[in-house]
């Protein structure tokens, strides 16, 4: 046992990969097979990372299930893995998201069951690993494989114009990356430079001192990376087209797991590697992200395609999350992660039930449809209770990271956070009124008539979900223990360089350069 | 001397622009032989008989000879098009130019390394140019003359492959 | 007197070390000929046994690189070295020559050219190429990129009757013979203003005048512009042979027009000893000198990468994508020179290595769907092989996204190792163009794993691919050469992405040698 | 957890389990959820009473059933605060919804959404007492959008019907707008005590600069506008009115719109801070009691004259807590609940006898066939009129009373006028509705409603008949004002009395107020003296004015929501798909263009190619001179 | 010395016009032969103005590769003109872009 706790982040990591192994050796045909046991295995996995909650200590800052080997002494690059508050919670979300999805794609994906499930379970490994990995060379090989599972997700099981979406979330995502990658490679060259050793390790790297001019390009160099991923506003069109055309399964994945890795790499690498250029910079970027707020609520008003409406409402959560993290106080960062998961939750949730819906009626367009609650009415209670979360009604998980976030930014960028707040105004206009259309009204689609309810598989499917989302509204406290030293630790790594001046700071740096 | 490079200068220089601007190849084949020639006069006064004949025997005797033997046969001289692509050529004569221009410049602003060897004229006179050649050519350079001989006979199975008809 | 010329400093067992710093080239040479000798006898010469022939003799080698070594030799005083340096690229090329050697056997069957001759100019091309890298002066480096280049100019014609074959070989020739020219003049120039040709004796003669040695050594100022002009024109040679932009125009076509199993052989030995030897001439020649080479190289690179990847974009031609492709990875590779540095050279030769597997297998994977004459070269004709032969499919996909440059994979790392060195010297900008241009990159590799696995309805129905509807591979258009060809590329290229500590070690220790004087 | 505090999360938890029971095991329940949600309301009506008895003979106390969130600085806790404030509250809350309750049995008897409807009401139930005893301002914002939910989903119970739906989702976003306000409150105010309890922020308040206190006030009130659908909110209930008529008499009339003046009595410590937010408050509710009584006058649909009567009282006592006179403004919510509920429910039972019919103008004479109803809604009316002794005279009268007494003649003048309008409104309706003669459809069938539903609305009569005296004696020394004055004393008095006039003088002015009204009504719907179409078409302007809302839906719609749309329609298709979309995939198919100029050069010619090397060459030998 | 170098470098670039004005295969490769022949009379002139010998193996070498590459030119320009008919290097177009 004590070497399962101790180890038990690389069998998380690759229990998922030795899955895959074990379904190749299944045949193609043997389709229900196939699904069962991969759905069986992300279930496994899931109470496995449950582990990980239950020997999680929540009283200390430190990483936890640190595990730490060699992997390339020349570059000081170590297989090093290790998890905090945030990190666990995005696991389990990663675990839990993975075995919805793989649940939820029973009926969706209809041909070549087994190269979706290896890739979803492959995709697993990926995820898993960029949470966990501490080594900036470790995290970055994960970070940027990820990418393939998922476009080959998108590409071969899409619809629509699903190889467009596909490339253009690639090249989209990878360009950034690059551009992220060579801040790395530079940070750890300058790190080399200081001290004449090569490293890769994190903790080793938070200590470089770069001068706060190159702190503001590197960040710059950073920040695309993380941006295109989250995706922050000028960034996010790959985001609609990606969404809207990818599975159901990809699209619970992309919203719940993958845009999260945005937000994590700021928590995780550019903030604390740069921190006077991330006090300096934070201004600017949280009004990129209020600017997202009411983009992503505005066009989403105005979309007619369900899919696309509940991708555009995800660039509008996402700036409510990067305002949180980047107005820096204990209370809006803890506001951040939680709704980091409540996204995860929710968002996945809606995307679910949209899936649902096209399984039946093969159609994302509002217009047709209309009078569903007739016919589904768990269905319609279960969609309202995701929306109702999304909007942020309270009680249910959205309302407590929304209010988190801004009662916390209020303090540092109140003009931001009050623009932001009527962002909540907007969301309740966008997604009450597509479900409005979507479920009430008479039936005029003579297609809807023969629309079926929710089986169990598809209830079973999105109930975790819908507990957590009451969960979360409920009690949120065991989160919010386990992410309260996290934050604060990041905090005080932080706090001498809040008091700076920033903008003043900012110009006098850009002039240095 | 000087008067003797000069001529040969002069033969050289205008054998090689006729060797490029005759239409006929065969006249330029016979123009590249008279350009061969005037080689081997430098490498004569150059104190490197043995080049001279070389360069007689391998260039004007072999290569000439199966240049010419090859334009004899495909029978070549009928030219389809006549060659009046003047763009192409003024640009190409321009490039060629500034090449020129440019390799001269660095001949003219350098110069070359001060003369360190010992095999002075009067040395190589007394010990004979071929001797010295042949002694340098199987100690020093024999990998290097191993891999020409194989060099050959690659070449001569690639003549083979290609003129073959078929396989 | 000049019978002292002639060093005895070479030590005592002059001949032993000769001989024993050239024998995996001469065992190569000797199969060679003994595959030719096959010719005189049509029963042998039919059967596969030139086949087998050439794989022992590349084994052999192997073998003999293997015993040698961890051996710091030089032989035929001083013409040729061999040290780790060697040993790395030795193995390199003989991998590409094996891989060359294992994908022909059904190609040429296909193509009805079961021939002796090929096997053996393929071996010569290994010999041609091994002599090259340990070539250690001018004279050898001369010959021996004749030797490789007529080589490769009989094996791209190599197709008879084929138009394409016979046109590539003629302008590979003519812009072979051209470049090789000016590397020629290029060398009279250095010979001017140094007065030797081995490569060590220039590097101490250039060192002393770069450390103050003026007079001593017989130069003068004047000798760097001789110098330069040399260095610049011989440049011109490597760049050619390295197709870096603008000496690049006869990629394309020579690697579309010459048999597929050649092109991979060019794409890889020809390229990788094109850079060996350019590591080896620029770190004991071009880093003497009062012109920059950093600057040009830097241009080189700049637009190589940029160019080959923006002219692969819309290529619709799966080697001549492949060829635009590998215009880029000289660029890239370049990065790592520019570099410069221990860390820099292991970089490049990393990359070298890395770049090997991923090519040679994407060109297998080529040679497979050529096989199978159902598929030409165009990439719409891939549409929906991914579920046709989902293994197939998948390596190829492997090796482009090794290409691009995706992590866990070999090209990833080596991407990263030489980008890193180019950060360690302060070439933020040529990173971060070469990031972009990875970026490009990443397009037209993933172009083709569209067409493979997200066909479009109306491709899929067009191709022949329903045609069939079995999954798996086709009969006669895989043997078990190509299949071994792609595991030991995938094997390496996943390897080098995700445990390639071993093989930093081995660019490490053959870079380390570079120094070795 | 000693008794109290059991009982104390007792009354919550029953409705909670109500709304788990029939929300998802309703199909099984079938008609007796209705029986059983009752039950459950009615057990916590009885906690409440049992509870209100001990605070009434001990004091006040808070309990925390757990700590909810904590982040950071951040604190707070699931916790309840009873105090006599929020005990009168819960006692009129459970009771009214008790009654509605049953009501609604027989209201919604054979819906086929018997069970979610209960469901739903009982969640609303527990979401409100929630709201009453909540002990800090998360919490009471937590709930503050919960029962604006549940208005949502039961304004839009019958979601076939497009009006219902919309008028549903109106309501939410409105009132989204009006919690906008109040979020953004709750952030100043937390920025500037650190704490949400109300007890820590109530204490901090004094040594907060006054501009402060100003803003967090506006700030809360604009959520309480939202909530209470004050002007420029109140666009949301009229409308609300297609939910099922219960719905419209429990959240609509008795309980959630007057959250607005529980919660401004709540903060009566702010607010009394703030004469200048006070003042808003009074100029706020003084508008709307006026507004709303001006459009009522010509309605002819009953649900909606009842509605902008609510919105008019609730004016009333917005008026009442705008000038401190918090008590007064409770006891009049407290009424108002009771006759209104009563208006509501005799409305809803006038329905169910015309199967749906609404619309005066097809109404008449139904005093006959529908005698209870009949009666207990002119109960209903006259103590919305404020004729004594019914309740509505008691409360009103205080509030005007205060408002003169403070010397805020002119809102009482408007407040004097505003009473008149409503008697005349309201006996509009029942003379056009019971006494006038028949214009009914001869084919239906007009019932009076089954017991059920009627011994709720004769209970509500009742209660409506004795709960005045409450009030008496008047002003300060009233009973109602003994028990409750003690929770406001910590309020900031800020206007001194300015005149003592004799209560029954001002009584005089309003009753005579109220009874003008009714006779006018009278003269032109009973005697039919002067033809309502003359005075029609004398005030034609005005009577448009009135019949048309004062056109703010439209106005509304016109600068707002249309402009709105384009631009969020522009933003779409022009700024995301033209604009940023359009620029990366310029990039891309720039790169293709370079793409095909690049392959041009790779044209076929040996020529060209030998071409570039030669330029390549050149250029590389030319480096040495720009070196 | 210069002399010659600046000799060579004429007749080098005469070579090289020759190889990109001219379309004649033949023509062409007789100019590749004048380049290289140029850069034989550079060797030549630097061992002998530096009392040297090694330019002078340089040549030997230089002339047997001209030898190799003639005999794989001529037979690259027969196979040629068996396609195409002609020796227009022009000819060769096929593969492009």
């Known amino acids: 046992m004590t070497f399962f706790i101790r180890y038990l982040l690389t069998i998380l990591i690759f229990f998922p990969t030795a899955s895959v192994l074990l379904l190749l050796l299944i045949n193609k045909k043997n389709e229900g097979l196939l699904r069962n046991l991969s759905t069986f295995l992300a279930l496994v996995e899931f109470i496995l990372s449950l582990y990980l909650f239950v020997y999680f200590k929540p009283d200390t800052y430190k990483f936890q299930f640190v595990e730490k080997f060699n992997w390339i002494p020349s570059f000081g690059a170590s297989y090093f893995l290790g998890i905090d508050g945030l990190s666990l919670f995005l696991i389990l979300l990663t675990t839990l998201l993975t075995f919805i999805s793989l649940l939820s794609s029973y009926k969706y994906i209809k041909e070549n069951v087994k190269e979706f499930v290896i890739l979803m379970l492959l995709l697993e490994t990926f995820m898993i690993g960029t949470f966990a990995a501490l080594d900036i060379l470790l995290f970055y090989l994960f970070w940027e494989f990820m990418l393939i599972p998922m476009y080959f997700i998108i590409g071969m099981w899409g619809t629509g114009r699903r190889v467009y979406s596909a490339v253009k979330f690639v090249l989209y995502t990878l360009s950034g990356s690059l551009i992220m990658l060579f801040g790395f490679i530079y940070i750890f060259m300058m790190h080399y430079n200081q001290t004449g050793n090569f490293t890769f390790n994190l903790l080793r790297l938070y200590h470089t001192h770069i001068p706060e001019g190159l702190q503001i390009l590197l960040f710059i160099a950073l920040f695309l990376g993380f941006a295109v991923k989250i995706p922050l506003f000028p960034f996010h069109t790959w985001l609609p087209d990606a969404h809207t055309e990818a599975p159901t399964a990809g699209s619970v994945i992309l919203a719940g797991v993958l845009l999260k890795f945005g937000v994590y790499g700021f928590f995780r690498f550019a903030i604390p590697l740069l921190p006077r250029a991330s006090f300096a910079v934070a201004p600017y970027i949280i009004l990129l992200g209020v600017i997202g707020i009411l983009y992503g609520a505005f066009v989403s008003i105005v979309q007619k395609d369900l899919k696309r409406l509940v991708a555009f409402s995800s660039v509008s959560h996402m700036g409510f999350i990067i305002l949180g993290l980047f107005a820096m106080s204990a209370i809006s960062i803890s506001g951040s992660i939680i709704q980091l998961l409540n996204h995860g939750i929710t968002t996945g949730a809606l995307f679910l039930f949209v899936g649902m819906l096209y399984e039946r009626m093969h159609s994302r367009q509002i217009k047709d449809f209309g009078g569903v609650a007739k016919k589904a009415p768990i269905l319609t209670t279960l969609f309202l209770i995701s929306v109702l979360a999304s909007v942020g009604l309270p009680g249910l998980n959205g309302f407590i990271g929304e209010f988190l976030i801004l009662i916390g930014s209020f303090r540092y960028f109140p003009v931001y956070t009050i623009v932001a707040t009527s962002g909540v105004i907007f969301a309740a206009v966008y997604l009450l009124w597509m479900f409005q259309r979507v479920m009430f009204h008479e039936i005029t689609n003579p297609e809807i008539e023969k629309f079926e309810d929710m089986n169990l598989r598809e209830i079973f499917t999105v109930l975790p979900l819908i507990i957590l989302m009451f969960f979360i509204g409920f009690y949120p406290i065991p989160i919010l223990d386990r992410i309260d030293p996290t934050v604060i630790h990041f905090l005080s790594m932080l706090h001498h360089y809040r008091n700076s001046n920033s903008i003043i700071k900012l110009k006098t740096g850009l002039s240095n350069v | 001397m000087e008067a003797l490079f000069y001529i040969f200068s002069f033969i050289a220089i205008f054998s090689a622009l006729m060797v490029i601007s005759m239409k006929n190849p065969l006249t330029s084949a016979l123009y590249l032989i008279l350009c061969f020639f005037a080689f081997s006069g430098f490498y004569v006064m150059l104190d490197m008989q043995f080049l001279a004949v070389m360069q007689i025997l391998v260039y004007a005797g072999a290569i000439m000879v199966l240049v010419v033997l090859v334009i004899m046969i495909l029978n070549i001289s009928k030219i389809k098009r006549v060659e009046t692509d003047f763009h192409q050529k003024f640009i190409g004569i321009l490039i060629s130019l500034i090449i020129f221009v440019e390799i001269i410049f660095y001949i003219i602003n350098g110069s070359q390394k001060k003369s360190t060897g010992i095999f002075t004229g009067a040395v190589i006179k007394k010990i004979g140019n071929t001797q010295i050649i042949g002694e340098f050519l199987f100690t020093k350079y024999t990998l290097s003359f191993e891999i020409a001989s194989v060099l050959l006979f690659v070449a001569i199975i690639g003549a083979y492959i290609f003129a073959k008809k078929k396989f | ?517 | 957890m000693d008794f109290k505090e059991l009982i104390t999360w007792l009354i919550p938890a029953f409705p909670l389990a109500g709304w788990f029971l029939w929300g998802l095991f309703g199909k099984y329940f079938k008609g007796i959820s209705g029986y059983l949600a009752s039950a459950f309301v009615g057990i916590s009506f009885i906690l409440s009473v049992i509870l209100f008895i001990i605070v009434a003979y001990s004091h006040g106390f808070t309990d925390t059933l757990y700590p909810w969130i904590h982040a950071g600085i951040f604190k707070a806790g699931v916790t309840a605060v009873i105090d006599r404030l929020s005990i009168i509250m819960l006692v009129m809350v459970t009771g009214v919804s008790t009654l509605v309750h049953i009501y609604s049995i027989g209201y919604m008897q054979g819906d086929k959404g018997f069970s979610r409807y209960f469901s739903f009401l009982n969640l609303f139930v527990f979401s409100m007492i929630m709201l009453v005893i909540s002990d800090n301002l998360l919490l009471l914002y937590v709930f503050w959008e919960a029962v604006g939910f549940c208005s949502y989903i039961l304004i839009g119970f019958w979601y076939e019907k497009k009006s219902a739906s919309d008028a549903g989702k109106k309501a939410f976003i409105v009132n989204r707008i009006g919690d906008f306000g109040f979020a953004v409150g709750i952030f100043l105010l937390f920025l500037t005590t650190k704490t949400l309890n109300y007890q820590a922020v109530f204490s901090m308040i004094p040594s907060i600069p006054a501009y402060t206190v100003t803003a967090i006030a506006l700030l809360l009130f604009a959520g309480a506008v939202g909530k209470s659908a004050q002007f420029p909110l109140h666009v949301w209930l009229p409308d609300a009115m297609e939910g099922p008529t219960p719905v419209s008499a429990l959240i609509h009339a008795a309980t959630m719109v007057t959250a607005g003046v529980y919660m401004v009595a709540r903060f009566h410590v702010i607010f009394s801070y703030s004469p200048a937010a006070s003042e808003v408050v009074l100029i706020v509710g003084t508008f709307t009691a006026f507004f709303a009584a001006f459009i009522a006058l010509t309605q002819f649909d009953i649900k909606r004259i009842v509605a902008y009567s609510t919105l008019s009282q609730l004016g009333y006592m917005f008026m009442a807590v705008g000038i401190g006179s918090y008590t007064a403004g409770i006891f009049h919510l407290i009424s108002h609940a009771i006759f209104k509920g009563l208006l509501f429910l005799t409305a809803g039972s006038v329905m169910h006898g015309l199967s749906g019919e609404l619309d005066l103008r097809k109404m008449g004479g139904l005093y006959k066939k529908m005698k209870t109803t009949a009666i207990t809604f002119i109960i209903g009316g006259l103590a919305l009129s404020g004729i004594p002794p019914f309740s509505g005279f008691f409360s009103k009268d205080a509030i005007l009373a205060d408002v003169y007494n403070k010397g805020f003649y002119f809102a009482w003048a408007v407040g004097e006028i505003t009473a008149l309008m409503t008697a005349f409104y309201i006996f509009r309706l029942i003379f056009l509705a019971f006494f006038s003669e028949s214009k009914l459809d001869p084919k239906l069938h007009v019932h009076e409603s089954p017991g059920i539903m009627t011994v709720p609305m004769i209970i509500l009569a009742l209660v409506a008949l004795i709960i005045g005296f409450l009030g008496i004696p008047p002003f300060n020394d009233s009973i109602f004002y003994g028990f409750l004055h003690v929770d406001f004393q910590n309020a900031h008095i800020f206007d001194p009395i300015a005149n003592n006039a004799p209560w029954y003088f001002l009584s005089l002015i309003s009753v005579l107020m109220g009874l003008s009204g009714i006779y006018i009504a009278y003269i032109l719907y009973i005697k039919k003296a002067v033809s309502p179409e003359k005075i029609k078409s004398m005030f034609k302007p005005v009577y448009l004015l009135s019949y048309n809302k004062v056109y703010i839906d439209e106005i509304y719609d016109f600068l707002i929501i249309k402009p709105l749309l384009a631009f969020f329609n522009f933003l779409w298709k022009v700024m995301d798909v033209k604009i940023i979309d359009g620029a990366v995939n310029g990039i891309a198919s720039a790169f293709a263009g370079f793409s095909v100029k690049a392959r041009k050069m790779q044209n076929g010619l040996l020529m060209s190619y030998i071409l570039t090397l030669s330029v390549g060459v050149a250029a590389l030998l030319f480096y040495y001179f720009v070196r | 010395m210069s002399n010659y170098l600046i000799l060579a470098t004429i007749i080098f670039t005469i070579g090289a016009a020759g190889v990109i004005i001219r379309k004649n295969l033949i023509v062409v490769f007789m100019s590749l032969e004048l380049m290289f022949n140029s850069a034989n009379l550079g060797f030549v002139a630097v061992s002998n103005a530096l009392n040297l010998v090694s330019g002078d193996i340089f040549v030997i070498f230089v002339m047997v590769v001209a030898a190799a590459e003639a005999a794989v030119a001529l037979g690259i320009a027969i196979a040629f003109y068996r396609e195409k008919g002609t020796a227009d290097i022009d000819e060769a177009s096929e593969l492009k872009n």
């Open chain 3, 1 to 517: 007197m000049y019978n002292n010329i002639l060093p005895a400093v070479y030590g005592l067992n002059l001949i032993e070390k000769s001989m024993l710093s050239i024998i995996p080239e001469a065992v190569i040479i000797l199969f060679a000929f003994l595959v030719l000798f096959l010719t005189f006898f049509e029963k042998l010469a039919k059967s596969k046994n030139p086949y087998y022939l050439s794989l022992i003799g590349i084994g052999f080698s192997i073998l003999y690189v293997l015993m040698l070594s961890g051996r710091d030799l030089n032989g035929f005083y001083g013409s040729i070295v061999f040290n780790s340096f060697e040993v790395f690229l030795f193995t390199a090329i003989l991998f590409s020559g094996l891989f060359a050697v294992l994908v022909s056997k059904d190609y040429m069957k296909n193509s009805n050219m079961p021939n002796p001759e090929y096997y053996s100019l393929i071996l010569f091309g290994i010999s041609s190429m091994m002599f090259l890298v340990s070539s250690n002066n001018l004279i050898m480096i001369f010959l021996n990129i004749e030797f490789m280049s007529i080589t490769a100019y009989i094996l791209t014609g190599y197709f008879k009757g084929n138009k394409r074959s016979t046109e590539a070989a003629l302008k590979y020739f003519i812009l072979g013979a051209f470049a090789s020219a000016f590397l020629l003049f290029g060398a009279v120039f250095i010979y001017a203003s140094t007065g030797h040709l081995n490569l060590y004796e220039i590097h101490t003669f250039l060192k002393n005048i770069a450390y103050g040695g003026l007079i001593k050594s017989g130069g003068g100022m004047g000798i760097n512009i001789y110098l330069t002009a040399g260095l610049l024109l011989f440049l011109t040679g490597f760049a050619f042979k390295m197709s870096l932009f603008p000496f690049h125009s006869w990629t394309p076509d020579a690697y579309d027009g010459a048999p597929t199993p050649v092109t991979s052989f060019m794409a890889t030995g020809i390229k990788l000893a094109a850079f060996a030897i350019f590591l080896r001439v620029y770190t004991l020649i071009y880093n003497f000198n009062i012109i920059n080479f950093n600057g040009i190289l830097w241009l080189l690179a700049v637009f190589s990468m940029t160019f080959g990847n923006i002219a692969a974009l819309l290529s619709s031609n799966v080697k001549r994508l492949l060829a635009y492709s590998s215009i880029a990875q000289a660029g890239f590779i370049l990065i790592g020179i520019i570099g410069g540095g221990f860390y820099g050279y292991s970089g490049t030769l990393f990359y070298l290595l890395a770049y090997i597997f991923m090519t040679a297998g994407a060109f297998t994977i080529v040679i497979i769907f050529e096989n199978s004459d159902l598929i030409s070269l165009d990439i719409n004709k891939y549409s929906g092989l991914g579920y046709k032969y989902p293994f197939i499919a998948a390596s190829m996909s492997f090796f482009l996204l090794s290409l691009a440059g995706i992590p866990m994979t070999s090209g990833f790392m080596g991407k990263f190792y030489v980008f890193s060195s180019a950060v360690k010297s302060g070439y933020n900008w040529l990173v971060i163009i070469a990031l972009l241009n990875s970026a490009i990159a990443a397009y037209y590799y993933i172009k083709i794993i569209v067409k493979m696995y997200m066909p479009d309805k109306e491709m899929l129905n067009s191709s022949a691919v329903n045609s069939e509807g079995a999954f798996g591979i086709i009969n006669g258009a895989v043997s078990d050469g190509l299949i071994i060809t792609i595991i030991i590329c995938l094997f390496f290229t996943l390897l080098m992405g995700i445990y390639p500590q071993i093989f930093i070690n081995f660019a490490n220790n053959s870079a380390a040698s570079l120094w070795k004087i």
